[in-house]
Protein backbone atom coordinates (compact mmCIF):
# COMPACT_ATOMS: atom_id res chain seq x y z
CA UNK A 1 0.00 0.00 0.00
CA UNK A 2 1.61 3.47 -0.83
CA UNK A 3 0.66 6.43 1.24
CA UNK A 4 0.68 10.24 0.37
CA UNK A 5 2.06 12.26 3.37
CA UNK A 6 1.93 15.92 3.50
CA UNK A 7 4.31 18.47 4.56
CA UNK A 8 2.07 21.57 5.38
CA UNK A 9 3.51 24.83 6.52
CA UNK A 10 1.41 27.55 7.03
CA UNK A 11 1.88 30.65 8.63
CA UNK A 12 0.78 31.57 12.26
CA UNK A 13 -1.41 34.31 10.98
CA UNK A 14 -4.44 34.65 10.75
CA UNK A 15 -5.55 31.48 12.24
CA UNK A 16 -8.34 30.41 10.18
CA UNK A 17 -5.97 29.11 7.27
CA UNK A 18 -4.76 26.75 10.07
CA UNK A 19 -8.03 26.25 11.08
CA UNK A 20 -9.40 25.42 7.53
CA UNK A 21 -7.01 23.08 6.11
CA UNK A 22 -7.03 21.05 9.33
CA UNK A 23 -10.73 20.14 9.18
CA UNK A 24 -10.31 19.42 5.67
CA UNK A 25 -7.49 16.90 6.71
CA UNK A 26 -9.78 15.25 9.37
CA UNK A 27 -12.67 15.49 7.27
CA UNK A 28 -11.02 13.22 4.48
CA UNK A 29 -9.99 11.21 7.03
CA UNK A 30 -6.28 11.67 7.36
CA UNK A 31 -3.66 10.78 9.67
CA UNK A 32 -2.07 13.36 11.71
CA UNK A 33 1.62 12.49 12.28
CA UNK A 34 3.12 15.17 13.72
CA UNK A 35 2.67 18.79 13.26
CA UNK A 36 1.74 19.78 9.93
CA UNK A 37 2.47 16.31 8.87
CA UNK A 38 -0.07 14.42 7.62
CA UNK A 39 -1.14 10.84 5.85
CA UNK A 40 -3.42 9.12 3.55
CA UNK A 41 -3.35 5.56 2.01
CA UNK A 42 -3.00 6.73 -1.75
CA UNK A 43 -6.60 5.47 -3.03
CA UNK A 44 -8.90 7.91 -4.93
CA UNK A 45 -11.46 8.06 -2.46
CA UNK A 46 -8.70 10.48 -0.65
CA UNK A 47 -7.71 12.44 -3.95
CA UNK A 48 -10.06 15.04 -3.98
CA UNK A 49 -10.07 15.95 0.25
CA UNK A 50 -6.05 16.11 -0.56
CA UNK A 51 -6.18 18.35 -3.43
CA UNK A 52 -9.10 20.82 -1.25
CA UNK A 53 -6.25 20.86 1.19
CA UNK A 54 -3.55 21.39 -1.14
CA UNK A 55 -5.66 24.78 -2.63
CA UNK A 56 -6.10 26.04 1.09
CA UNK A 57 -2.68 25.45 1.73
CA UNK A 58 -1.56 27.35 -0.94
CA UNK A 59 -4.13 30.26 -0.84
CA UNK A 60 -3.05 30.49 2.39
CA UNK A 61 0.56 31.53 1.11
CA UNK A 62 1.89 28.19 2.89
CA UNK A 63 3.90 25.69 1.71
CA UNK A 64 3.03 21.74 0.87
CA UNK A 65 4.90 19.07 0.11
CA UNK A 66 3.27 15.74 -1.32
CA UNK A 67 5.42 12.60 -1.04
CA UNK A 68 4.71 9.16 -1.78
CA UNK A 69 5.90 6.39 0.85
CA UNK A 70 5.44 2.92 1.50
CA UNK A 71 7.78 2.72 4.34
CA UNK A 72 10.90 0.85 4.77
CA UNK A 73 9.53 -2.75 5.34
CA UNK A 74 6.41 -4.46 5.96
CA UNK A 75 6.68 -3.69 9.98
CA UNK A 76 6.78 0.72 8.82
CA UNK A 77 3.35 -0.66 6.42
CA UNK A 78 1.74 -2.20 9.48
CA UNK A 79 1.93 0.33 11.68
CA UNK A 80 0.68 2.75 9.05
CA UNK A 81 -2.16 0.82 8.92
CA UNK A 82 -3.06 -0.21 12.38
CA UNK A 83 -2.47 3.83 13.54
CA UNK A 84 -4.91 4.32 10.16
CA UNK A 85 -7.56 2.09 11.86
CA UNK A 86 -7.54 2.81 14.83
CA UNK A 87 -8.05 6.09 13.36
CA UNK A 88 -11.56 4.81 11.83
CA UNK A 89 -12.39 3.05 15.04
CA UNK A 90 -12.28 5.96 16.83
CA UNK A 91 -14.74 7.50 14.26
CA UNK A 92 -16.67 4.50 13.74
CA UNK A 93 -17.02 4.58 17.74
CA UNK A 94 -18.39 8.20 17.41
CA UNK A 95 -20.78 7.13 15.00
CA UNK A 96 -22.12 4.23 17.03
CA UNK A 97 -22.90 6.37 20.24
CA UNK A 98 -24.86 9.15 17.73
CA UNK A 99 -26.65 5.80 16.44
CA UNK A 100 -27.49 5.41 20.74
CA UNK A 101 -28.34 9.11 20.62
CA UNK A 102 -30.95 8.86 17.85
CA UNK A 103 -32.86 5.79 19.47
CA UNK A 104 -32.92 7.60 22.38
CA UNK A 105 -34.79 10.60 21.31
CA UNK A 106 -37.08 8.80 19.08
CA UNK A 107 -37.77 6.48 21.87
CA UNK A 108 -38.21 9.59 24.06
CA UNK A 109 -41.01 11.06 21.78
CA UNK A 110 -42.68 7.66 21.39
CA UNK A 111 -43.03 7.86 25.40
CA UNK A 112 -44.10 11.36 25.27
CA UNK A 113 -46.23 10.97 22.17
CA UNK A 114 -44.77 13.51 20.33
CA UNK A 115 -46.21 12.17 16.72
CA UNK A 116 -45.69 16.23 15.14
CA UNK A 117 -44.89 16.14 11.44
CA UNK A 118 -42.45 18.80 12.53
CA UNK A 119 -40.57 16.53 15.05
CA UNK A 120 -40.72 13.78 12.13
CA UNK A 121 -38.80 15.99 10.19
CA UNK A 122 -36.28 17.14 12.58
CA UNK A 123 -35.55 12.76 13.15
CA UNK A 124 -35.75 12.40 9.19
CA UNK A 125 -32.94 15.15 8.63
CA UNK A 126 -30.86 13.07 11.95
CA UNK A 127 -31.30 9.72 10.17
CA UNK A 128 -29.91 11.46 6.77
CA UNK A 129 -27.01 13.06 8.44
CA UNK A 130 -26.49 9.35 10.44
CA UNK A 131 -26.82 8.04 6.20
CA UNK A 132 -24.09 10.27 5.38
CA UNK A 133 -22.04 9.91 7.84
CA UNK A 134 -21.96 5.98 7.55
CA UNK A 135 -21.25 6.50 3.57
CA UNK A 136 -18.24 8.64 4.34
CA UNK A 137 -17.24 7.08 7.06
CA UNK A 138 -17.25 3.50 4.47
CA UNK A 139 -15.22 5.00 1.98
CA UNK A 140 -12.66 6.36 4.18
CA UNK A 141 -12.15 2.45 5.84
CA UNK A 142 -9.95 1.35 3.28
CA UNK A 143 -9.15 -1.70 5.58
CA UNK A 144 -12.19 -2.19 7.58
CA UNK A 145 -11.84 -1.62 11.38
CA UNK A 146 -13.67 -3.77 13.19
CA UNK A 147 -16.07 -1.63 14.71
CA UNK A 148 -17.85 -0.86 10.91
CA UNK A 149 -20.02 -3.99 11.08
CA UNK A 150 -21.34 -3.38 14.14
CA UNK A 151 -22.39 0.55 12.67
CA UNK A 152 -23.88 -1.01 9.65
CA UNK A 153 -26.31 -3.06 11.53
CA UNK A 154 -27.00 -0.24 13.99
CA UNK A 155 -27.80 2.29 11.05
CA UNK A 156 -30.15 -0.19 10.18
CA UNK A 157 -31.66 -0.21 13.84
CA UNK A 158 -31.64 3.43 13.37
CA UNK A 159 -33.48 3.54 10.08
CA UNK A 160 -36.24 0.73 11.51
CA UNK A 161 -36.50 3.25 14.14
CA UNK A 162 -37.25 6.11 12.11
CA UNK A 163 -39.61 4.38 10.03
CA UNK A 164 -41.40 3.16 12.73
CA UNK A 165 -41.65 6.33 14.19
CA UNK A 166 -43.05 8.04 10.70
CA UNK A 167 -45.64 5.14 10.77
CA UNK A 168 -46.47 6.39 14.12
CA UNK A 169 -46.94 10.20 13.11
CA UNK A 170 -49.25 9.31 10.02
CA UNK A 171 -51.27 7.21 12.14
CA UNK A 172 -52.24 9.72 14.64
CA UNK A 173 -52.62 11.91 12.02
CA UNK A 174 -55.10 10.10 9.85
CA UNK A 175 -56.54 9.08 12.85
CA UNK A 176 -57.01 13.55 13.94
CA UNK A 177 -58.40 14.25 10.31
CA UNK A 178 -61.37 11.22 10.69
CA UNK A 179 -62.12 12.25 13.97
CA UNK A 180 -62.45 15.47 12.21
CA UNK A 181 -64.42 14.42 9.08
Known amino acids: ???????????????????????????????????????????????????????????????????????????????????????????WTEFLADCGKFEAEIAKEISVAKFTLAELEEEEQSMERLRRWHRDLTARDVFGAPEAAEATERLKQCTAACEDYAERVFNVLHQSEGDNA
Open 1 to 91: MQWLVLVIKLPAEPSKHRVAVWRELRKVGALSLGQGIWAVPDVQVFADGVRRAVRLTERAEGQVVTLQASGRGPEDAARFEALFTAARSED
